[in-house]
Structures are given as C-alpha cells and as structure tokens.
C-alpha cells in the first residue's frame, strides 16, 4: 500500500481528562537513523497512558503528544542504517514514554524495540502484548527471581499486567495468589490462579498467609498495606506510578521495595514471543476500540474493571 503524506492520530493538547484526546489530521513521520515507519494495526491502552494525560507527571509528556506505548503493525518504510526488517514485515513492539506515540495510523519505532509479531495472533491484537508482558516479566523474572514453591499475590490479578503475571508466575513454580472482583474468579482460575481474594469485601491482610513477592499494580494505599503479608526479608514489587512507599519504609521492617518499568527492547520481547506460540502465555483482549474512541477506551481504563487489555485499531474507524 501507499504512503500517504497525511493521518489520523489521537493528538493531546493540554493536561486533563479522557475529552482532551482528540482524533486529528497529521503528518506522517519520517523514520530517522535507527527507525522504521509503522503501519499501526494495533496499540494497547494502558493505565500509564491515563496516567500521563491527566498530567500527573508532567515532566513525562511534551505536548502536543500522541500516547500510545504499545505497537504491533507492519512495517512500511526503513530508516537510514536498519537492516533487521523489510518493508511488508509483521511487527510488534514498545515505544519508550518520551515518543510520539501508537494511536495514530503510523508511528516511527526504533527498530531494536521490535521483534516479529507473533504468529499465533492477529496484528491487532498483538499490539495488547508489548507492555503488559516486559512489565511482569521483568517483576517476576528478573527483579524478584521467582522460584518454584515461592509464594506470589498480584494485586489487580484480572488486569493487563496482572493476568500476565499470574501466568508466568505460574510457569516459574509459584503459588499464585491474585486480588480481584468476584467476577473475575473463574477467568483467573483458568489462567492458574490458586487462591483468590475479592478485595471489593475482603482485606486481603486478613486472607492471605503470608507471601514471598507481592507485585502490586495498584499503588497507594495498597503498598504499604502489601508490606503485612511479606514474609521476613520479602520483596514488594511496585508497577504504579504512585506506588505509596519506598525502599526506606520497607527496609526498617526487614523488608524489600523495587520499582519496576518496561524498557523497550525487542531482543527480550522474543521470549514473549516463544510463549504466546507455543500457548504458554494467553493476553486478554476485552475490546477492541477505534481511534475516535479513545476518549472510551481511557474512561473504562480509569474505572479499572477492565479485563485484560483494551486495544485501539485505526482500521476499525
């Protein structure tokens, strides 16, 4: 297909609610050294894109900005020096915050944060996996070095990152327990969950023995709340931007704290990959937006009853 010179792209102008996204007319960027130019098939929503439009880290975000972490399309167009992809390759990847970003028709990538989309899924709904899978890889794999028989409880366990993480908590060996609606129950006991809370009735401290690794995708008050039900020595591994305590707090109880974030690279992304092929790992996609609905797309982000990820497709509009 041909380039056009024009798209549409969700384009942010000021700070504030889901109704300060707004679909426009742009430029199709040039892909510079380093870069391809994407054809966007997918991009996955994410509570760190509510997160930045609402201005709440303002330093983050230059605006006008387009959001949109999480990418899976084909390429288009190379950029000086790239040699690892062809125009017409099946694509899918994480931009880094700083960027322009997903929702939009094209979207220039650094080639080394994309591998080859999986095969096992079509490209709109690979655009789901990117973030979610780098974040609980890297709590549960890298930073917490989950082994068999440790004990995990994942906060938000039906969500984006959560359902993952309870997958590959799953896989390493772990006795996985996960805090949700009572909904969602049945969803994560297909997905390996041991134990559940419905944290809508229950205090989980009350519910849950206690635990080797708490990866906690909520934040505020969940954090230092997390901290009862380690065991002596235990890590809690916090995935929100407030994240509501810190390395101090944890280690005067003899406790540990770390903070994990994605980066971008499409090396790591193979082993993902490999998963998703081979039926290891399943991504939840509850819906599937258009670009003019990403005001919706935030609003259910927001109200976290999600399950799964919510992707954005600029060939639905």
Do not use: C
């Amino acid at each position: 297909m041909t380039v056009p010179t024009r798209m549409r792209a969700v384009v942010q102008s000021a700070f504030g609610g889901p109704e300060t996204l707004v679909l426009a007319e742009t430029d199709v960027p040039e892909p510079g050294p380093g870069e391809v130019l994407v054809r966007v098939a997918g991009a996955g929503v994410n509570p760190g894109d509510a997160v930045l439009r609402s201005g709440r880290v303002p330093e983050l975000v230059t605006l006008p900005w387009t959001p949109g972490n999480d990418v899976s399309g084909t390429v288009e167009r190379l950029g000086a020096g790239v040699t690892r992809f062809a125009p017409g390759d099946a694509v899918y990847g994480l931009l880094a915050l700083a960027r322009r970003g997903a929702y939009a028709e094209f979207t220039a990538v650094p080639a080394d944060a994309l591998a080859p989309a999986p095969r096992t899924l079509d490209l709109v709904h690979a655009g789901a996996v990117p973030l979610v899978a780098f974040t609980a890889w890297q709590a549960l794999a890298v930073l917490a070095e989950v082994r068999p028989g440790d004990r995990v409880l994942v906060h938000a366990a039906a969500g984006g990152v959560g359902h993952v993480a309870v997958q590959l908590a799953k896989e390493r060996g772990a006795y996985v327990i996960g805090t949700a609606r009572a909904a969602h129950h049945p969803y994560l006991r297909d997905l390996g969950a041991d134990e559940l809370v419905d944290h809508t009735v229950t205090d989980f401290r009350a519910a849950v023995a206690p635990v080797d690794t708490v990866l906690d995708l909520v934040g505020g008050a969940y954090g230092p709340r997390s901290l009862d039900v380690l065991r002596p020595g235990g890590l809690l591994v916090g995935a929100a931007i407030d994240p509501g305590t810190d390395e101090r707090r944890a280690a005067e109880r003899g406790l540990r704290y770390v903070w994990v974030s994605a980066r971008p690279s499409g090396a790591a992304l193979e082993r993902i990959t490999e998963r998703v092929d081979t039926g290891r790992l399943r991504v939840t996609v509850q819906r599937v937006h258009p670009l003019a609905e990403a005001p919706d797309a935030h609003r259910a982000i927001e109200e976290r009853r999600t399950r799964g990820k919510l992707v954005l497709a600029p060939a639905a509009d």
